[in-house]
């Protein structure tokens, strides 16, 4: 049978995707046709058919199946048309859910006449038409079946095991453009080409060239499946070298730059892709070139196969990566591109003085044990500057407790502290800590953007007994004024917290605590620690609990006061060492603020997020046009590589027009449109996550049954499938973020949640901001504080990555209405880690909004209308106005009372006064004004409200009276010289 894409459409959320083209030739009752289908999926005989008159357009009732097998089926139907056309669809379903779809295939639910079933079941009396299996069809290319998804009998391949009973396993060399696809079946293909340990291509000079050895493991399981390559080389003499070759699926590079290997075991009866790169030298000379490949396994031997590659006299531009339909981009994956730990702007060199490490409005003294002795912020309390003095975290140096069975503490010498590397951008240290039972070998390291890694290896020198094993973080109390994390909210530090390790359901492993301009983000780690999976898969790939602190669920956190400190307690409990034994307290410090906040950028950057025409954007006020994924230019998610002609012409006319476009490309899951999809699952787990399969047809009919089905946009029919936290897909992201901002032009990036870590999204800033582009980024978050992401909150979840976001965006499920000013300063403003926001459910609040310099974003939703506000900054000038929020210590307008806080925005001879209630209720506040801090004459002035629509009514107030709240909103006051 040929197989074809339809001319003609149908609707496959009820006919399914694929359908037979049966062709009847003469006249009868009965028509029966036989089907050689070569499906891939499991029990066909399960699945129902519809038939389709196609010149009557109409269901054929009457019809029967018979003998449904993976390879073949029998039909008989009633001709009800008498010669011409019909359509069986083979695989019809229904779709339940809309974002996160499952698919139900239809049973067999016909019930044909009984007379007409009758004379079939008899043999019948009836006259028989003759009819033909012309073609299988699908609904459009996508969905169409690959040659590589077109199986081969089990006849077919036992005749073919047959014929090479002597190997243990065969291997069928494949080109780049027939991916493999398949892992339990062999495709019809290799058996119409036999296995060969032969494989011929072409490439250009300078390509990255690609290619696959199907592995197909007949007799036994194979273990450790390596791929070992020689040189290429030329009659003349002319060498690839070996270094140039290589099998992603053996060795790679990771996300930090380091080399790794991976073991490839394959068990008997399926197929394995390998795949293989070739990096063709830019000056290699073309010709023929010969070498081998030898596929060595632990247990069944080694296959060779004799590589013929002409290199042709054609440069490939930028390695061919232009064209990914080709494999090119497999190189990617290795990608190193950006790993080298420069220093990003707004970010300044590190210096270090004697043991004190000074940064960007922080410092840092190491103590005597390689731990913090003093982290200090010299950021001001407006966090618009940084100031000469410094605000200290710690009332007295950070420390580990270690206390015998008997409660005795352990005490150490500690060694020298020695710097291992001083740079710009990082600086490390190790001290050796010994007691007579105990080794602790301290190593830490600092950033240049305030984070500070610390790895604690604890080693046993004898058999001991201990009764606790504990860090303190002894917190300036006013350091720690609010707290983040551990099951609270963002709110006021509580007078007590007594916290256990709950891995399986909680993805909570430290804390924030902190002021507004000082604080410090601390999570508790061992050496296993892997990311966990987060928005809306979790519990599908929770934390590892660890071993040290978790210690089999006896460890925990205690916070409260003791003495002059808010301590923080990260305790153990009782455990038992054997000589030898190892054990690492690893943890890791973020110092917050990361910088100060930009309020001139902030307010003068004006977000809309929906892909409209340029000019109209411009024309509504907006500066900066996000493209969310689903839309004309960047339809599939994550991938946004597919329509990049359409996007680069959106992107120049909104550079004409003076505007910024930044798209949606994020890791957390990727469109099943990835041109590298097959190579990708050809490597295990290491890029999906491991699941039970379904979701969206396409998955359940084109992948084998062994991944999480994640986003579904209906209206591009594109299906995601969930990445599986951090591997080499995020070279792959960088290297695509680099390709973008260079051929296609985007300015940043808007980020939907995240899952990768620092490391990585310092590379993306670095990539972004090359040559002085402007890089911007914003993180959009629905709240993960919920069953389903663990009760993280966002703001902790996501805080390795702000130092190097423009914006927030934290969203759904976010409470502008119910929750506490605290709650808005910490979870979703920003402001504490240097950064500002917008708001997204329900439109936010506008009136609490603006007290932190937030609106909602420019339709977002058809309601989501910022502009009134803007008119009101502009009019205002507020770009060029200091922000001085009311958490700020020298703000020199208070409201009286505390429920109604006032943020003002000052700029000479004039202020714009924001003031939102908490209060339950309607409440009159009075405004209590330093003036001489405020540099105005109290009987010049004039309080007045300007219109603002859907905001506030125009109206004179005066300086020294009432000024009426309604609760849950407030007011945007003038305050200026007449």
Known sequence: MQYRVSKSTWNPDSLGNHRIVVSVSSKGDIAKVQLLWRRRDDAPEKKGIIIVDAQKNSVVQNHKSVDFTRSSGTIYFEPTSGPGTYYIYYMPYHLKGTFYPSTHYLPEANKPASNWLNDVNSGGKSSIATAKAVAIESVDAFNQFSPMEITATPGE????????????????????????????????????????????????????????????????????????????????????????????????????????????????????????????????KPGLYLGTATIQTANAGTRTVHIQLEVKSRLAKDHGVDEPGKQTRLAWLNSTLAEKN????????LQKSGNTIHLLGRSLKVAATGLPAQIESFFTTRLTSIGDSGRNLFTEP??????????????????????????????????????????????????????????????????????????????????????????????????AVDWKWQVATKNQDGAWLGDVNAGLQYG?????????????????????????????????????????????????????????????????????????????????????????????????GATVINIHQGTAINPYINYPFIRTDAMKAYIDS????????????????????????????????????????????????????????????????????????MSRWHNYYVEGINWLTKNIGIDGLYLDDVAFDRDIMKRVKRVLTTDNHPGLIDLHSASQYDKADGFINSAMLYMELFPYLNRLWFGEKFDYENTSSDYYLTEMSGIPFGLMGEMLEHD????????????????????????????????????????????????????????????????????LISIASWAPKTTEVHLNIDWKALGMNPSEVTLKASAIDKFQEARTFDVNGSIPVQPNKGWLLELSTR
């Open 157 to 284: 391949t036992a005749a073919l095991v047959a014929k090479n009973s002597g190997a243990a396993f065969l291997v069928f060399p494949e080109d780049r453009m027939h991916p493999i696809r398949m892992t339990k079946d062999l495709p019809y293909r290799w058996i119409e080409k036999g296995t060969s340990l032969q494989f011929k291509d072409t490439a250009d000079r300078g390509a990255n060239f690609a290619y696959q050895l199907g592995v197909y493991a007949q007799k036994t399981a194979l273990s450790d499946v390596k791929v070992q390559f020689s040189d290429l080389k030329s009659s003349s003499g002319s060498i690839i070298g070996q270094s140039a070759l290589g099998c992603i699926n053996n060795t790679g590079v990771n996300w930090i730059g380091q080399p790794e290997s991976f073991t490839v075991n394959v068990p008997k009866g399926l197929v394995q892709a390998l795949w293989c790169t070739v990096a063709v030298p830019e000056d290699a």
């Open 342 to 349: 420069t220093v990003i702007r707004p970010y300044i060199p």
């Open 398 to 495: 950070v420390h580990f407790h270690f206390n015998k069975a008997d409660t005795k503490a352990i005490n150490f010498k500690s060694g020298p502290i020695k710097y291992t590397e001083v740079s710009d951008g990082t600086v490390s240290w190790q001290v050796d800590n010994q007691s007579t039972a105990l080794d602790m070998l301290v190593k830490g390291s600092l950033e240049f953007d305030g984070f500070v890694n610390y790895t604690v290896k604890v080693t046993a020198l004898q058999d001991i007994d201990l009764s606790n094993i504990s860090l303190h973080l002894p917190m300036v109390p006013a350091a720690a004024k609010y707290i983040m994390g551990l099951g609270y909210e963002g709110q006021k530090a509580p007078a």
């Open 524 to 620: 508790l780690r061992d050496e296993h620690y892997v990311r966990p999976l987060n928005t809306n898969f979790y519990l599908q790939k929770p934390l590892l609990l660890p071993l040290s602190w978790g210690n089999a669920g006896k460890g925990g956190i205690k916070m409260g006061m003791k003495g002059a400190a808010y301590l923080v307690d990260n305790y153990t409990g009782p455990r038992s060492m054997k000589k030898g034994d190892t054990l690492f307290f690893n943890f890791r410090l973020l110092i917050t603020p990361f910088h100060t906040i930009d309020t001139k950028a902030h307010f003068a950057n004006r977000y809309i997020h929906k892909y409209i025409n340029t000019d109209t954007a411009k024309a509504l």
């Open 654 to 725: 909104a550079h004409n027009e003076g505007m910024k476009v930044k798209i949606y490309n994020t890791v957390r899951e990727l469109s099943n449109r990835a041109y590298e999809l097959p190579a990708l699952f050809s490597l295990g787990h290491e890029i999906y996550s491991a699941g039970k399969g379904g979701g969206y047809s396409w998955l359940r009919e084109h992948l084998d049954q062994d991944y999480i089905a994640a986003w579904f946009t209906p209206e591009e029919k594109d299906a995601a499938i969930v990445n599986s936290g």
């Open 844 to 911: 936010g609040n506008p009136w609490r909004g603006m007290v932190y310099g937030m609106t909602d974003r420019l339709l977002w939703s058809e309601t989501a209308d910022p502009r009134p506000l803007w008119k009101e900054w502009d009019r205002f000038g507020i770009k060029d106005a200091e922000m001085i929020g009311y958490w700020a210590t020298d703000n020199p307008i208070k409201t009286d009372n505390a429920l109604v806080p006032a943020t003002i925005y000052q700029k000479k001879g004039k202020v």
